[in-house]
């Protein structure tokens, strides 16, 4: 399996931690959430995304897989739960200087 750098080890435990300031220090400070295209840029609009679709809704993660696709980037699978979406979802990671510079959600 593919190695999951530090800092998206670190987001995907936040999240399934419920906690919302650890998840936002993975980020970089213009860092983004691309959820099925819907963009959402900086740690104010990326907290307000998490507060209503993420770990407000008390998100799960279940990694399935990993695997690089760039090599700035890997791509996590899991299994979402929690009391919003439900189901699998890939969600990939771009790293700059050890921060997300973006998380993109997809199927």
Sequence with gaps: MTAVPAV???ALDAANAGDTEAFLDCFAPNGAV???GRLFRGHDAVR???DKEFIGVRVSLDVTGVRSS???SVTVSATVGGDG???PSDFTFVVVDE????MRITG
């Design 85 to 87: 979406f439900n189901g």
């Design 34 to 36: 691309d959820d099925w």
């Design 70 to 72: 760039a090599t700035d």
């Design 99 to 102: 921060r997300l510079s973006l």
């Design 8 to 10: 998206v080890r670190r």
């Design 48 to 50: 307000g995304w998490s």
